[in-house]
């Protein structure tokens, strides 16, 4: 009996520390919280990022849905995007970048490393909740995730806001939060 019970014991012990095991890595679609925007996916348009259920009306470039890999456990790891179209595909690892120089109002991007704006950061993403957030510090995680509008209606262009003075943001644009989670199906 003590042999049963004791293989019973490691048994749970198994099963609890597999139920606890995440995987590190995950691929996941984002979407934009915020006045108008109510769960729209983050897409990719030339280069850089918008928020919006169907893209651009007359697209110039390349635009499609995107896919992140994130690493749940790491800030220091970049967030590569790969294209949910079979017709649209990267030259290269393109990764999640913010610039987030004091002072600055930039536009959310995907570059490959090499061609990061000056300023511009590929790690340092995380979560703060269950919000996507910068970790400037162990100690410092920043939700300045901003949402301008286009001119096509319902999409919007994705910004990072690291301007100390709100009343330098163009008119119109709007805090938003960014997360994994899909907005609720009606």
């Known amino acids: 009996m003590l042999f049963t019970s004791f293989t019973a014991l490691l048994a749970l012990a198994g099963l609890s520390s597999a139920a606890t095991t ?11 919280y915020g006045a108008g925007t109510n769960g729209a996916p983050v897409f990719y348009s030339d280069g850089l990022a918008y928020i919006g259920q169907t893209g651009f009306a007359s697209p110039n470039g390349t635009q499609t849905n995107i896919t992140f ?34 002072g600055t109002f930039t536009q959310v991007g995907f570059a490959a490393n090499s061609s990061v704006p000056t300023g511009g950061v590929t790690t340092g ?30 999409i919007y262009a994705l910004y990072w806001n690291d301007n ?21 199906t009606v």
């Open 125 to 154: 993403f995380g979560w703060y909740g269950k919000s996507v957030a910068y970790a400037a510090s162990d100690s410092d995680y920043q939700l300045r995730f901003w949402a301008t509008n286009t001119t096509t209606t319902g």
């Open 164 to 184: 100390t003075a709100t009343s330098d943001t163009p008119e119109g644009a709007f805090p938003v939060a960014i997360k994994s989670t899909p907005p609720p």
């Open 69 to 102: 890999a994130i690493d749940r456990t790491s800030t220091t790891t970049p967030w590569p995007i790969t294209a949910n179209s079979t017709s649209v595909t990267f030259n290269s690892t393109l990764d999640l970048y913010i610039v987030p120089t004091n």
């Open 22 to 32: 995440k995987r590190a890595t995950v691929s996941t679609t984002l979407f934009a």
